[in-house]
Structures are given as structure tokens and as C-alpha cells.
């Protein structure tokens, strides 16, 4: 819990500092957004293959420099993977994601992205056939990731992004000895829209 309200504070925090930030280096304002879009997530270990799920939330977006921004974002993001074998089997993972991307400007509507992302484990569901088991108190509720990514703005307001977020952390909370970790990767497509 304390892990949770950590991230909501940052959050808040840097949300706040936006809306009082006036950059010297640029012209460009603090802009804010929505976005959503589709995840494609995994989990690794053998038997295992990508399940779709969604994703959305908002964002600010902080000019640092002439070429260079901070957003950070607060997400929700539908995660999880299918078995293998059998179809029927998933465990779909809801996570409340906290990303804090730094962008490069490559070109005035392009920009390149990379930053930490900070997951909050909500609720944690193995589901097979129509039967459904909470399995949220065997698995870690926070994950830590890298995120990296592109975007383009087709206007001022409505762009595309793309993002890979590679999990770093197990996601087993009691994991024996000498097993293979097992972490969450999500390949993310999506629109952007900014105020």
C-alpha cells in the first residue's frame, strides 16, 4: 500500500509542478493529454503466448529543453498471457502503470522515448474456461520496467505512439530456488491527444 500511494504522490507531485512550470529554454507550454490504445502482453517462461488487451489514461507533457520533454503518465493497462497449449487458459493482470518517458524531438512531429515505468499490481485473475481464481496474493504487487518508444503527431493535438515496456522484476512473489524468473513485457500501440 505504501508502494502505492508513493507513486500517486510522485504523480501528483510532477502534475503539479507542470501546471507551475514556464520553461526558459522553450516557448512551448506544459501540455496535457489522454491516451489509449492496445497492449500486446506477455509474460516469460515456456508455455506461455501474447494475449491482447487495452490500455489508457493521461499524461503531461513538460518541455525541458528546445528538443527534449518529460511525460510522465498514469495508465491503466490490461496485461497478462494465454497458455500455449490450450487456449482457454489466461491470466489477465490489471495494472494501474505510472511511466515517466523522456522524448527527443527527432524531427517537429517525431519523437523518440525512452524512461521507467512503475506498475501497481490491482487485481490479478486465472481464468479457465468460464471458472475464474484470485491469484493476486501470489504474485509481487509492484513491477518495474523500461519503457521505449516513438510517436508522431499528425497535428498539434492527435499523433500515434508506439512503446515496448520490458519488465525487470519477478513476478512471483515466493519463487523456488533456481527457477526461471518470470517477468511481463507489453508491446503498446495507440493515439495521443493533447489539449
Known amino acids: 500500500m505504501k508502494k502505492i500511494l508513493l507513486g500517486f504522490a510522485l504523480v501528483a507531485g510532477t502534475f503539479t509542478f507542470a501546471q507551475k512550470t514556464t520553461s526558459t529554454h522553450t516557448s512551448s507550454p506544459v501540455r496535457f493529454g489522454l491516451k489509449a490504445g492496445l497492449n500486446i502482453s506477455s509474460i516469460s517462461g515456456d508455455g506461455l503466448k501474447s494475449k491482447a488487451g487495452f490500455y489508457g489514461g493521461a499524461f503531461a507533457n513538460i518541455p525541458v529543453a528546445q528538443d527534449f520533454s518529460v511525460q510522465p503518465e498514469v495508465l491503466y493497462s490490461g496485461?497478462?498471457?494465454?497458455?500455449?497449449?490450450?487456449?482457454?487458459?489466461?491470466?489477465?493482470?490489471?495494472?494501474?502503470?505510472?511511466?515517466?518517458?523522456?522524448?527527443?524531438?527527432?524531427?517537429?512531429?517525431?519523437?523518440?522515448?525512452?524512461?521507467?515505468?512503475?506498475?501497481?499490481?490491482?487485481?490479478?485473475?486465472?481464468?479457465?474456461?468460464?471458472?475464474?481464481?484470485?491469484?493476486?496474493?501470489?504474485?509481487?504487487?509492484?513491477d518495474f520496467g523500461i519503457g521505449l518508444g516513438a510517436g508522431y503527431y499528425f497535428t498539434n493535438n492527435i499523433g500515434v505512439n508506439l512503446r515496448y515496456v520490458a519488465g525487470l522484476t519477478d513476478l512471483a512473489k515466493n519463487r523456488p530456488s533456481g527457477s526461471d524468473s518470470s517477468k511481463n513485457g507489453v508491446f503498446q500501440v495507440g493515439l495521443a491527444y493533447k489539449f
Open 79 to 142: 496485461m497478462g498471457a494465454k497458455d500455449d497449449f490450450d487456449g482457454n487458459a489466461k491470466l489477465n493482470l490489471d495494472y494501474i502503470a505510472v511511466p515517466v518517458m523522456f522524448q527527443y524531438n527527432a524531427l517537429p512531429n517525431l519523437y523518440l522515448e525512452a524512461g521507467p515505468q512503475f506498475g501497481f499490481l490491482m487485481s490479478a485473475k486465472s481464468k479457465y474456461n468460464s471458472a475464474s481464481v484470485d491469484v493476486k496474493d501470489e504474485l509481487k504487487t509492484f
